[in-house]
C-alpha cells in the first residue's frame, strides 16, 4: 500500500519524530510494519463491520505539553496506586514505585501480537511510557490502583501506554483501572495491556472508562493465563464520544479459568463497542462473559465475542451472555456472538438479547407509587446488576456503583 | 422383496459409502461447447427461445459476474473453480411431450425407478398425459416436476392444478406461457448482481419450476420439484421462481441427488419467493447431493441463494431444509419482511459427515411494523466434517413490535469434526425484541448407555439421538418427507460412530 492511501499517514509521520525508549526498539517496528501495511482497519474488516475508525484516521493530535500539569486526583482508594497524567507516568504523584517497562522484556510484545490486532499494533507504533506491575510468585498485592487522568490544558493528544501486568506462580492482585479526562477535548486514549498470569495466579481486574465526551478510546487487553490460573475483567464503558474495547484471553493450561464481563453505558452521540475473544487452548478451563448495554439517546452499542475452543481443549465449559437495553428511538445495537468449535467433549453456549425495557415490569413498580423516573432508574440498575455482580472486591465494587449511578443522574438530567 | 436380496442390497448401499443414489444414466445427451463466455449464455436462451428481453437480461448478468469476486467469507475450503471448464447445458435427447410410456427414454425411466419414486408417480414423472391423476393408493397426491440435468423432464398433475388456476410448470416454458408474470417478478427478489453466484445464475441459468398460485387458492396438493445432476462435467443452475397471490396457500418440496464421481460438480441455484397480502409459502427442501467419499474427492459444489419477498400484510414464508449432501453447503435461505405483520420462519437441520462442509443459516430482514421470525437450526458434526451456522436478524428502525427467537444447537460426534456459530443481530427499533441462544455439545454418555441398556446399537442409538435433537425441525416437514429425511439422517452418520 502506497503512503498516500494508508488512513495511518499521521500516526506514521508522528512515530517518525518519536524519540525511541529501549524497551519499545523490537516492539516499535512491528507496530510500524503493521500499520505501515494496512493502515487503520476501515469498516470493509470484518472485525470492524460495526465500528468505524475513519474520524480517529482523521483527525489530528498533537504532542503532550512540555510542562507537567498537576491535576486534583481522585482519593485514593487501594493500597498504592500508579498515576498516569496526559499519557505519561508520574512517579511524583504514584504512592507505587515504579517499575521500568524495559525489566518486562520478556513480556513485551510476545502476548498481543500486533499483525492481527490493529489497535495493539498502534499501540505498538507510538506507545511511549506505560506501568510494569510484577507480581512475584506467591505474593497476594491487594488492590492496587491505575489511575490515567487528562488534563484540559493538554489539548487533543494521542497517548499510548502498554502497560505489562504479571503475575507469578500463587500471586494475586485487585487492579482497578479508572480512565477520566474532560469533556470537549477530542483526545485518543489508546492503551495496551499484556496480561500474564501464572499457574494458579488470580488476577482481578476492573476497568471504569469515563473518558472526556468528545475523546476516542481504543484499548485491548491481552491475557495469557496458565493452569489453574484465574483472570477476571469487568470493564465499563461510561465514557467517550467512541469506544472500543478488546479483550483477548487464551486458557492456556488445564484447569484456567477466565471471566470477561462488562457494562456499556452509552448516552447520546456515542458509540460503545465491546469485543472479545477467549480462546480455550488447553483441557478442563472454564469461561464466563456477561455482558450489558444500556443505550440512549441517538447511540450506538456494539458487542462482538468470539470463543474459539481447540481440539485439544476437551471438556470446556464455556457460557457467553450478551443484552441491551435500547431506552430510545434512536438507538441501535449490533451483536454478533460466535463460537468456533474443534472439540466434541464441550458444553458451549452463548445467548443474545435486544429490547425495551418491560412494560409490565415498569407498570408493577408504578402501581406500587414508584414514580416512573425512578422506576426506570431501579430497572435499569436491576438490568446492570447480573454483569457488575461479577465484581467480588468491595472497592471496586463501590467505585463501580457510583460510576454507575453518576451516568444515570447524567442522563436523567 | 426377498430378505437375501435385501441383505445383498444393504450390504452393497453400505460399501458405496452409503449414497445408493450415486449411479449415473446412460443416456444420449446433448451439450453445449464447454467453458463460459457470451455465446454460451446466447446458445442456452436461443436453444430455450426466448424473448430478447430476457437475453439482455442474461448478458446484463453475465457482464456483472465479469466484474464480481468470488466470496471467500465463509467457513469452506475448496480449490479455485475452474468456470471454463464445465458444460453449461446438458439434456437428454428427447422428442417434446411423449403421449405414452413406450415414447419416453426407457433409460429415463430406469433412472426415476432407481430414485425410488413410486411406479405410478413414475408414470406420471415421465410425462404421460391424463397418467395417474387420481392414485390408487389412496395417497395424496403430488405434483413433480423433474428437472434431470439443465432441463425440465416432465411435469405432473398440470391439468389438475391448471383447473384451479395453478401454473406449475418449467420455468423455460413459463417464459413461452406467462412472460408478463416472469418478466414482473424475475431477479426481483435475488437481483442479478446480488453475489457472485446469483449473477452466475442468472446468466446461464436453465431450468427450474415456476408456481403462480391465484388469488384466495390453496394449492390442492404438495408441488415438488426432483433435481438431478447426471451428465459429467457439468453445473446445474437452475432457477425457480414461486407467486402466491393475495390469500393463497402452497406448499412446495425439493429434493436433489447426483452420481458418485471423483470430480467436482457445481450446483449455483436460486430460489426466488414471493408472497403477497395474505398468501403462505412453505418451502420444504431434502439436500442430498452426492457428497463426496470418505476421504472428500468428489462430491457437488452447493452454492445456492434462496431469498422470499414478503411483500403482502399478514404474509408467511417458512422455509425448512434438511442438509445432508454436498462437498460443500453454501446456502442461506432468507425473508425480507415488508408487510406488516408477515412473519418468516427457518427450520434446518445440517450435516456434515467425513469431509463435508456446510456453512449455512439464514437472513431475516424486519422492516415492516409487527414482523416476526423464528430461526431453528440443528447442525450436526461427525467425522472430519466442519458445520457453521451464520445467520443475520435485521430490524430496521420502523419495525415497531417487531419480534425475533433464535436457537442454534451443534451436535459434535467424533473429536476431529468442528462447529461453529457465526450470528449477527442488528437491532434499531426500540420497541423491537430480538432473543437468540446457541448452544455446543456432544451426545451425552448418559442418553447413550440408556438406549445400549435397552438393547439399541450404538449405531442405532446415535440414529435415535439425533433424530430427537432434530425432531423440532423435522416436525416441520410434510410427513412422508419427514420419514425420508429420518432415514438420510441415519445413512448420513453411518460409519461416524466407533
Known sequence: ?413 | MPAVTETIETVQSVAEGGYKWGFETDIEMEFAPKGLNEDIVRFISKKKNEPEWLLEWRLKAFALWKTMKEPDWAAVNYPPIDYQDAYYYAAPVQKAGPKSLDEVDPELLKTYAKLGIPLKEQAILAGVEGAGESPADGRLPIAIDAVFDSVSVATTFKGRLEKEGIIFCAISEAVQNHPDLVRQYLGSVVPQADNFFAALNSAVFTDGSFVYIPKGVRCPMELSTYFRINAKSTGQFERTLIIADEGSTVSYLEGCTAPMRDENQLHAAVVELVALDDASIKYSTVQNWYPGDAEGKGGIYNFVTKRAACRGKRSKVSWTQVETGSAITWKYPSCILQGDDSVGEFYSVAITNNRQQADTGTKMFHIGKNTRSTIVSKGISAGFGQNTYRGLVRIGAKATGARNFTQCDSLLIGDQCGAHTVPYIENRCMSAKTEHEATTSRIAEDQLFYCRQRGLSEEEAVGMIVNGFCREVLKELPMEFAVEAQKLLQISLEGSVG
Open chain 1, 1 to 413: 500500500m502506497n503512503a498516500m492511501s494508508n488512513n495511518a499517514e499521521a500516526f506514521l509521520r508522528r512515530a517518525e519524530a518519536l524519540a525511541t525508549p529501549a524497551w519499545a526498539g523490537a516492539l516499535r517496528r512491528q507496530g510500524l510494519d503493521a500499520l505501515a501495511k494496512s493502515g487503520l482497519p476501515t469498516r470493509r474488516a470484518e472485525a470492524y463491520k460495526y465500528t468505524d475508525l475513519s474520524p480517529i484516521a482523521r483527525a489530528e493530535f498533537g504532542a503532550a505539553p512540555a510542562a507537567l500539569a498537576r491535576p486534583a486526583l481522585p482519593a485514593p482508594r487501594g493500597r498504592a496506586r500508579l498515576v498516569f497524567v496526559d499519557g505519561l507516568l508520574r512517579a511524583d504523584l504514584s504512592t507505587l514505585p515504579p517499575r521500568p517497562l524495559s525489566d518486562a522484556a520478556a513480556v513485551l510484545g510476545t502476548v498481543e501480537n500486533s499483525a492481527v490486532t490493529p489497535v495493539a499494533a498502534l499501540n505498538a507504533a507510538l506507545a511511549e511510557d506505560g506501568m510494569f506491575l510484577d507480581i512475584p510468585a506467591g505474593e497476594q498485592a491487594g488492590l492496587i490502583e491505575l489511575v490515567s487522568i487528562v488534563t484540559e490544558a493538554a489539548g487533543p493528544i494521542a497517548f499510548h501506554p502498554r502497560h505489562v501486568l504479571r503475575l507469578g506462580q500463587g500471586a494475586s492482585v485487585t487492579l482497578l483501572e479508572t480512565c477520566q479526562g474532560p469533556d470537549g477535548v477530542a483526545y485518543l486514549h489508546n492503551p495496551v495491556f499484556e496480561v500474564v498470569v501464572g499457574e494458579g495466579a488470580t488476577c482481578a481486574h476492573t476497568r471504569i472508562q469515563q473518558e472526556g465526551g468528545s475523546a476516542y478510546f481504543l484499548s485491548s487487553v491481552h491475557a495469557r493465563i496458565a493452569a489453574g490460573g484465574t483472570y477476571d475483567n469487568f470493564t465499563l464503558n461510561a465514557g467517550a464520544k467512541l469506544a472500543r474495547n478488546e479483550i483477548h484471553a487464551a486458557l492456556e493450561g488445564p484447569k484456567a479459568a477466565c471471566h470477561m464481563n462488562g457494562a456499556q453505558l452509552v448516552g447520546d452521540g456515542r458509540h460503545a463497542d465491546s469485543t472479545t475473544f477467549l480462546h480455550h487452548a488447553a483441557p478442563d478451563c472454564a469461561s464466563r462473559q456477561t455482558y450489558k448495554t444500556v443505550l440512549a439517546g441517538r447511540s450506538r452499542g456494539v458487542f462482538q465475542g468470539k470463543i474459539l475452543v481447540s481440539q485439544a481443549a476437551q471438556r470446556t465449559d464455556g457460557y457467553q451472555m450478551n443484552q441491551a437495553l435500547l431506552l430510545s428511538e434512536d438507538a441501535e445495537m449490533d451483536a454478533k456472538p460466535q463460537l468456533e468449535i474443534y472439540a466434541d467433549d464441550v458444553k458451549c453456549s452463548h445467548g443474545a438479547t435486544v429490547g425495551a425495557l418491560d412494560e409490565a415490569q415498569l407498570f408493577y413498580l408504578r402501581s406500587r407509587g414508584i414514580p416512573e423516573k425512578e422506576a426506570r432508574a431501579m430497572l435499569v440498575q436491576a438490568f446492570l446488576t447480573e454483569a457488575v455482580d461479577g465484581v467480588a472486591d468491595e472497592t471496586c465494587r463501590a467505585a463501580l456503583d457510583e460510576a454507575v449511578m453518576g451516568w444515570w443522574r447524567e442522563m436523567a438530567a
